[in-house]
């Protein structure tokens, strides 16, 4: 089936840790996001790719890092920088083709212990 | 500054009942997008629809619908007969086409729908 595939669905990180975050897509879509949601804060853009290497901070990049080696792969890092990385994280994709409508993954769970 | 306001946080309603869900926006720009997506539990966002700037015919899906007005800068969203599967926290987002952040989502802080029987 095609689609957004965000893995792994639960992660606990240690205080001082780096955990990185998978988003796989097989929709052949351009431009890949993440996406951070806190609860009542909506979601804020940490990353976005509109190209394979090619990459750009959004509104909340601090303490976080992505690559774009592959079309069809954006995985984010939370670095040990990131202060309060407990929430939930969502990566998307979208194309002109679709109007640029933007399609999500089922999100990740990062929990600071 | 906010571009995208949803002022209801929570609304209640018992089966049946209409509900209308508000989304206000603000942009400079005369081309952009507007959309609602579904939140359910389970946390995945599920496109509802998208509308572009220029179209400003009301849209019905099923019990779905949607008033675009550009003259109050609103995008509400009607469910006609609500049902408990539609309890889900609700958001409402603007695209301005391809801007600083590419055609990335300005999103409202949702509205979270409790349908009770």
């Known amino acids: 089936d095609g689609g957004i595939t965000q893995s792994p669905k639960y992660l606990f990180r240690k205080e001082g840790q780096n955990v990185t975050l998978s988003c796989e897509q097989n929709?052949?879509?351009?431009?890949m996001y993440w996406y951070r949601q806190d609860p009542g804060q909506g979601l804020r853009l940490i990353y976005y790719?509109?190209?394979?290497?090619?990459?750009q901070k959004g509104d909340i990049a601090e303490g976080y890092s992505v690559s774009r080696e592959k079309k069809e792969s954006f995985p984010l890092t939370v670095t040990s920088a990131q202060k309060n990385p407990t929430a939930f994280y969502l990566c998307?994709?979208?194309?002109?083709?679709?109007?640029?409508?933007?399609?999500f993954g089922e999100g990740s769970w990062l929990t600071v212990v | 500054a906010q571009k995208v306001t949803q002022a209801q946080t929570e609304i209640s309603v018992v089966e049946k009942e209409d509900v209308t869900l508000d989304c206000v926006y603000e942009?400079?720009?005369?081309?952009?997008?507007l959309f609602w997506y579904k939140q359910p539990p389970s946390g995945e966002l599920v496109f509802l629809i998208r509308?572009?700037?220029?179209?400003?015919q009301n849209e019905i899906s099923g019990r779905y619908s949607w008033n675009f007005q550009k003259s109050t800068s609103s995008f509400n969203f009607t469910i006609t007969a609500s049902q408990v599967v539609d309890s889900a926290v609700y958001f409402c987002?603007?695209?301005?086409?391809?801007?600083?952040?590419?055609?990335?989502?300005?999103f409202g802080k949702g509205t979270s729908l409790l349908v009770t029987p």
């Open positions: 998307a994709s979208s194309t002109r083709d679709s109007g640029n409508t933007i399609y």
């Open positions: 929709l052949n879509h351009d431009a």
């Open positions: 942009t400079r720009d005369t081309t952009y997008y």
């Open positions: 790719s509109q190209i394979v290497n090619d990459f």
């Open positions: 509308r572009n700037s220029f179209d400003e």
């Open positions: 987002a603007l695209s301005e086409g391809f801007s600083n952040s590419g055609y990335a989502l300005n």
